[in-house]
């Protein structure tokens, strides 16, 4: 039987969702059942890094797209309509999200249709004073958002499907039509996941290429040196600095994502593609999430890489608890990140909890504390959103001091990376992950961007090497090593 959800203002957008048994499936044969060529998405979480998190979403088909950049924002609507809107980009996004309010139900789950997509790293130039930026390489939006009109939800826990079509009610057309119209489109989801599904398995295959960096190890060093020099002259007491690989790639970018997802399990897993593009990654680390009242952000700082046994992890974590820098620079990030949620959230209630605990992934373990409090009145997901970007385990401290610096030391734009990755839901409640570990895929190439916090007693060779301990799953996912 399908259900059918009505919009909080009963006129924009109605939703349909229908549930069946899933027990036979998984996400990725999900995926490839519905989604087709054209636009989509996948979300998928390990949680730790080891245990599959209870739900997974994929959506395909956009009624709208949102596209961030220089003279704007776009708003490309599925019947071809272009719109141009000035100002704040988040201020838009606001807008258009309070247009298809949905009222939350207790059985909805945590994403049931929304905005998904990124926000790059260089959006930041648009609220914070961070000087001129450098070349833009990637040549791709601020803002990229998606708003799905058909969504399946995975229930891992039991073993569920949700099916669910948000259609908008086109004018002139009644709310009740809309809603025949919407159900008509579940079947059609409900016939796609009957089908037989054969697909090759997503082997390991050599790109062919090694990447390079756009950094000589000599001339990364040297930068390492100068940030420093900043360090000591006392303009900040961190920095983050990073280098961007490149190679060639031929395979279908979502075979590389299910090789990514099966080497390299992480709390936020994500597939986005579109005409021009696709984004692969496995990020450790929250950006800020918002459920219910409460707005939440994880920062990490802090990695060794991982053992060979049980007893060279267990020597690794000992070594990176007692090691002061690496400590130092936790500290910094944590009181960093309470100071963005302290910005949203009602005085006295910012907590930390799971303080330094050492969580392991597939190449690397990091020091991961947890940050909390809840929503002031007044305050929304953009807020929360505005108030952690970009992280400051990507930027430094200050944070806006930082950026100016990282600006001046990087020969290109981030793009993607650094930004944030995730959805904003209908009901108001937001997700989004750091993009990093990461590949932006465009045009028969694949970037990889990596970084290290740079400190007062930074060993500059150290640096350049975390960079390349931090690619390493991406690499690996190519089959390549880099030069």
């Not at 207790?106 to 790293?121: K, L, N, Q, T, W």
């Not at 597939?271 to 929250?286: D, H, Q």
């Not at 918002?290 to 974590?317: H, N, Q, S, W």
């Amino acid at each position: 039987m399908n259900v059918a959800i009505k919009s909080a203002n009963n006129k924009k957008i109605v939703t349909v969702h229908r549930s069946i048994v899933g027990d036979l499936e998984t996400p990725i044969s999900a995926f490839l059942k519905l989604c087709g060529d054209g636009p989509s998405f996948l979300l998928e979480s390990a949680t730790g890094g080891e245990q599959v998190a209870r739900y997974s979403f994929l959506g395909y088909n956009p009624f709208l797209t949102l596209r961030g950049c220089a003279g704007g924002v776009e708003l490309h609507w599925k019947d071809g309509r272009v719109e141009t809107r000035g100002g704040d980009p988040l201020e838009v996004l606001r807008k258009v999200m309070d247009d298809y309010r949905l009222e939350a139900y207790p059985s909805m789950p945590r994403f049931s249709g929304g905005a998904v997509g990124y926000f790059s790293y260089d959006l930041a130039a648009r609220f914070e004073p961070v000087g001129e930026l450098p070349p833009d390489e990637l040549q791709l939006p601020e803002i990229y958002l998606q708003f799905m009109q058909n969504i399946m939800v995975f229930d891992h826990f039991t073993h569920q499907l949700q099916l669910m079509v948000n259609r908008p009610v086109k004018d002139g057309e009644s709310v009740t039509m809309a809603e025949r119209m919407a159900n008509g489109e579940v079947q059609q989801m409900v016939l796609q996941m009957s089908r037989p599904l054969s697909e090759e398995p997503a082997t390991i295959r050599s790109a062919g290429t090694a990447p390079l960096g756009n950094m000589t190890e000599a001339e990364f060093v040297e930068r390492v040196k100068t940030a420093k020099d900043y360090i000591k002259h006392g303009d900040i007491f961190q920095v983050v600095l990073s280098q961007r690989f490149t190679t060639e790639v031929t395979e279908d970018p979502f075979v590389i994502y299910r090789r990514l997802r099966s080497l390299n399990p992480s709390p936020y897993m994500f597939y986005l593609k579109n005409e021009e593009m696709a984004i692969v990654g496995a990020s450790p680390e929250m950006l800020v999430r918002l459920e219910g009242t409460v707005v939440t952000t994880r920062p990490i700082a802090g990695t060794r890489k991982r053992g060979k046994t049980e007893e060279d992890d267990a020597a690794m974590e000992k070594e990176l608890l007692a090691d002061e820098k690496e400590m130092a620079e936790h500290v910094m990030l944590v009181d960093l990140g309470r100071n963005d949620i302290g910005r949203v959230a009602r005085y006295g209630t910012v907590q930390v909890k799971e303080y330094g605990k050492v969580e392991r992934f597939s190449h690397v373990m990091h020091l991961v504390s947890e940050v909390s409090g809840e929503l002031e009145k007044g305050q929304d997901a953009l807020s929360a959103l505005r108030a952690c970007f970009p992280a400051g385990t990507l930027t430094g401290a200050p944070k806006v001091r930082a950026m100016q610096i990282i600006n001046d030391l990087e020969p290109v734009r981030r793009g993607p990376y650094g930004g944030a990755i995730g959805y904003l839901d209908f009901t108001g409640n937001m997700d989004t992950c750091i993009t990093i570990r990461t590949m932006v895929i465009k045009e028969g190439k694949a970037y990889i961007q990596t970084g290290a916090g740079i400190v007062a007693d930074s060993v500059p060779e150290s640096e350049y090497a975390e960079t390349l301990h931090k690619a390493k799953a991406m690499f690996a996912t190519l089959g390549v090593d880099p030069k």
